[in-house]
């Protein structure tokens, strides 16, 4: 069992930036791939980034965010950049608890997920 918990998210201008932090806990603890995702209201949940167990492969979805983590600290980071309107929604992380060579944007790919956390982006 794998435990998710993402905090870091707020109220933010257009044009600013917030970085978002995921911390994993579990009976091993050992890196697993974690994606991003995220969910506005009316939509569907969409995959914003991910990162490989390795941290050697990473994708994102556009180029205003970015992923790392540190396992040291069991965190995955995601930092978003020059955000707009359109961008407010709740951010989610998860874990892949699958040994995926390449992470995953696909939703059903992932089995333990955090609670969310709100993102909004208003003047």
């Known amino acids: 069992q794998l435990q998710l918990v993402e905090s870091g998210g707020g109220l933010v201008q257009p044009g600013g930036s917030l970085r978002l932090s995921c911390v994993v806990s579990?009976?091993?603890?050992?890196?697993?791939?974690i994606g991003w995702f995220r969910q506005a209201p009316g939509k569907e949940r969409e995959g914003v980034s991910c990162?490989?167990?390795?941290?050697g492969m990473t994708w994102s979805g556009e180029d205003r965010s970015a992923i790392s983590r540190d396992d040291a600290k069991n965190t995955v980071y995601l930092q978003l950049n020059d955000l707009k309107s359109e961008d407010t929604a709740v951010y989610y992380c998860?874990?892949?608890?699958?040994?995926?060579?390449?992470?995953?944007?696909?939703?059903?790919?992932?089995?333990?997920w955090g609670q969310g956390t709100q993102v909004t982006v208003s003047s």
């Open positions: 998860a874990a892949d608890p699958r040994k995926r060579v390449m992470c995953s944007r696909t939703p059903e790919h992932y089995g333990y």
């Open positions: 579990g009976s091993n603890e050992e890196p697993v791939n």
């Open positions: 990162i490989s167990s390795s941290g």
